[in-house]
């Protein structure tokens, strides 16, 4: 092997190695934030897109990758109806978006939907609390009771209406009979932001039978935080396709990473490979003008 060869193969081995430290820091860090592993996780369905046919950048689309944060409390995680006071808000909508295994099982592909409430069963009375509803305007929800419309928060025994939700700015209603039937169990009612503009008002989680009950804490794996945006399509491709309701601009847009990636990685070897030449050349001048 000439010093040429020696020096190309040496170059590379330094550039692997380099690569994989970087990837192995990266890693390490975000598990070490994230408290979970992996601690990243693939949007595999179009039910927290914010359209049918086009990824906007921000909102949740199929191929988007997010850090699944842990959290062990329910103060942890503000939910709709709390962001909806607070003004906090992620991927476009009010509220935190939870991570969660129904039943807690790690036999089953985790749900990543918005917290909408989270209700508090009433041993005593036999309904459900929902404390936070009391920071939102009085037009803003009701109960939805025999009588007409009321307004109180404790020992709720019908649904509750939430009247103006997300972007489709339309009503919501959070199936507290169906839970007293079902659960009588603390937890959180969930719902998809784009299920909400397919299914209307009884589009959450638990309506709509995706996981009839309330959402335990300790089946939350975690609240997403970040956004590594089409890159997690790679992953649904090779892991049986990418799902035909993918936007196309988010197929657009992956393969323009993918080329961007690999022109940089080859100007990069072609800019280095130059200066080295260069440089070797350079030491040649030297010698034949020392002899």
Do not use: C
Not at 91 to 108: A, D, L, M, Q, T
Not at 144 to 161: C, L
């Amino acid at each position: 092997m000439d010093p040429g060869e020696k020096t190309q193969l040496r170059d590379f081995v330094v550039s692997i190695s380099a690569a994989a430290l970087i990837a192995l820091l990266i890693i390490g860090g975000l598990y070490v934030y994230a408290g979970n592993w992996p601690p990243m996780v693939v949007v595999e369905s179009g039910s927290m897109q914010h359209s049918s046919t086009y990824a906007y950048l921000g909102d949740l689309n199929i191929g988007d990758m997010v850090v699944v944060k842990r959290v062990s409390s329910v103060s942890q995680i503000v939910t709709y109806v709390q962001g909806a006071e607070s003004h906090f808000s992620t991927y476009g909508e009010f509220g935190n978006v939870i991570i969660y295994k129904p039943y807690g099982s790690s036999n089953v592909v985790p749900i990543i939907h918005r917290a909408i409430v989270y209700i508090q069963y009433n041993k005593t009375g036999g309904g459900y609390n929902i404390p936070s509803l009391a920071g939102l305007n009085d037009s803003e929800w009701f109960v939805m009771t025999p009588s007409g419309p009321e307004h109180y928060v404790n020992n709720i025994m019908y649904n509750v209406e939430l009247t103006n939700v997300g972007y489709t700015h339309t009503p919501v209603i959070i199936p507290v009979k169906q839970m007293i039937r079902s659960a009588r169990f603390s937890g959180f009612i969930t719902m998809g932001d784009h299920n909400h503009a397919a299914y209307g008002e009884n589009a959450t989680d638990q309506a709509l039978g995706i996981f009839p009950l309330p959402v335990k804490i300790q089946w939350v794996e975690g609240i997403a935080v970040g956004l590594l945006p089409y890159v997690g399509l790679i992953k649904l491709y090779f892991d049986g396709g990418i799902p035909a309701e993918t936007p196309q601009n988010s197929v657009v847009a992956l393969v323009v990473i993918i080329v961007a990636v690999a022109a940089t990685i080859f100007s990069a070897e072609y800019i280095l490979e130059t200066l080295r030449r260069r440089k070797e050349g350079e030491g040649d001048q030297e010698n034949r003008e020392s002899d």
